[in-house]
């Protein structure tokens, strides 16, 4: 072999492989509040009747149509609810705010510290899902893009996850 290749074969052998490695890329496109559809500004408002938006986005991955709608709460909160289109129309799968990891429940930071991850978030994002569940999606440092770790939520139980949360 000649000596290039056998560089580059040791380089990617060491290279770190994110726990989402495989995850589909998401094609994100910037949107006006202006131009967000009446369809989705409506869930939203219905959601949260106090909320002025104040960005959007629109996110397409693999073969899902998502709008992330942020705003801002009459109390000064931020909030941000994501949709997915479904047969045409939009329905809200994920309500999110940030959050400090500290304010995360003790069991979802436990589980994160026994995954053997060296993992100290610089943001945590608290995702509630229509179906109780919580994930907490957690970020580390110089890596903004993407969670480098998702812990989930439910009954009671707390497990850090093999795969990005589809939503």
């Known amino acids: 072999m000649n000596r290039v290749l056998i560089l580059t074969l040791a380089a990617l052998a060491v290279a770190p492989v994110s726990a989402f490695a495989d995850t589909p890329k998401t094609k994100v496109t910037e949107v006006a509040v202006k131009d967000i559809p009446a369809a989705v500004t409506s869930v939203v408002k219905a959601a949260a009747p106090g909320m002025t938006i104040k960005a959007a986005e629109l996110k397409e991955r693999a073969d899902r149509r998502y709008y992330d709608v942020e705003g801002v709460m009459p109390d000064g909160s ?26 995360a429940p003790q069991i979802v930071r436990d589980a994160a510290a026994a995954s053997g991850k060296a993992i100290k978030p610089v943001r945590v994002i608290e995702s509630k899902q229509t179906d109780g569940m919580v994930i907490y999606e957690l970020f580390a440092a110089g890596k903004p893009d993407e969670p480098s770790m998702e812990v989930s939520l439910k009954d009671g139980r707390a497990k850090v996850l093999a795969e990005a949360w589809p939503h």
């Not at 949709?83 to 304010?103: C, F, H, M, P, Y």
């Open 78 to 103: 931020e909030i941000e609810f994501d949709l997915l289109e479904k047969n045409g129309a939009w329905e809200i799968v994920e309500t999110q705010r940030d959050i400090a990891w500290t304010s």
